[in-house]
C-alpha cells in the first residue's frame, strides 16, 4: 500500500478510471476540494473516465444532479448507478429472481427515489401486509434502523423478497453521515430474509463499467473510492487496482493519513487499496 500526495504520481500507470461519486467528487452539496482540476488533468491526459455511484436512481438523474452542483458533462465520459442497474432488471425481469417478484411493490424510500418505479409495469402498496416483493432504496433523512424493525419483521414473516438498490450502509453528507439501504437490507438478511443487492462491490455493475471504459487490459483501470467496504473490496474482487480516499466516511475513523491507522481500518475489513490519498487531487 503506498500513500500518494496526488493522483499524478501514479495516473502514468492507468488509461481508465472508475470514479465514485460520494466522498470522492462530491459531498452531496458542492464538489469536493480539487475535483474539478483533477477531472480536468485526466481529460487532458486522455484518459476514459465512469462514474460509478450506489445512488439508487437511474444514472441520467444522478448525472443531471452531478451537473447541477457543478461537475459538468465534459469533464468525464460516461456515468453508471446501482439504482440504474435494479431499474434495468425490475424492467427486463431477466432471470428466475426477478420473474418470481411480481408487481404489488412495497417501496422503502423517499419520493425522489419514485422514478425506480416508474416504466417497469409496477404498482405500490402501502404495507408490506399487501405487497409482493419490497424494493429498497434507502430511508429518508434522519430516519434510524430501528423505525423499520416491525415492517422488516412483518416481511420476513411473509417470506418476502427484498431488492435493494443502493448497498452503502451510510453516506456523508456534508459533514454528516445518513443511513443508507445498505444498512435496512442488512438488518433483513439479519433476519433471515432474501436480498438481490445492486451496485459497489458487487461483480455485475463492474462488468458494465468495464464496457463503457472499453480498455481490454484491466491492469490499466483504477478505481478510486472512499468506502473500503464497497469500493476497494469491488475494486479488489473485480481484479483491478484501487486508490482509496480517506477524508470520505472513514474520515472520522481514521482522522489523519497515517500508517498505523490505515492498517487498522484495512484490517478491520479484510481488504487492502494499491494506494491511498487524503483528497481526489492532481
Known sequence: MRIVAGLREIAAQYDGYILDLWGVLFNGQTPTPYALETLR??????????????????????????????????????VHSSGEETWQHLKKRDDAF???LGSACYHIGPQRDDNMVEGVGLYRVPSVEEADFILNTGPGADQRIEEFEPMLR???HRDLKMVCANPDLVVAYGDKLFLCGGAIAQRYEELGGKVRWHGKPLPD?????????????RRRILAVGDSIRTDIAGANAAGIDSLF??????????SAIEPHRLATAFGTHGENPTAVIDYFKW
Not at 208 to 217: C, G, N, R, S, V
Not at 245 to 254: K, S
Open 41 to 78: 488533468e485526466l481529460r487532458a491526459a486522455a484518459k476514459r473516465t465512469v462514474v460509478l455511484s450506489n445512488a439508487p436512481r437511474r444514472a441520467h438523474l444522478v448525472e443531471k444532479r452531478m451537473n447541477e452542483i457543478g461537475i459538468p458533462a465534459g469533464l468525464y465520459d460516461h
Open 245 to 254: 480516499v480517506a477524508t470520505g466516511i472513514h474520515a472520522e475513523e481514521l
Open 98 to 100: 426477478y420473474a418470481s
Open 154 to 156: 412483518a416481511a420476513r
Open 205 to 217: 455493475v463492474y462488468e458494465t463499467a468495464f464496457e463503457l471504459l472499453a480498455i481490454a487490459d
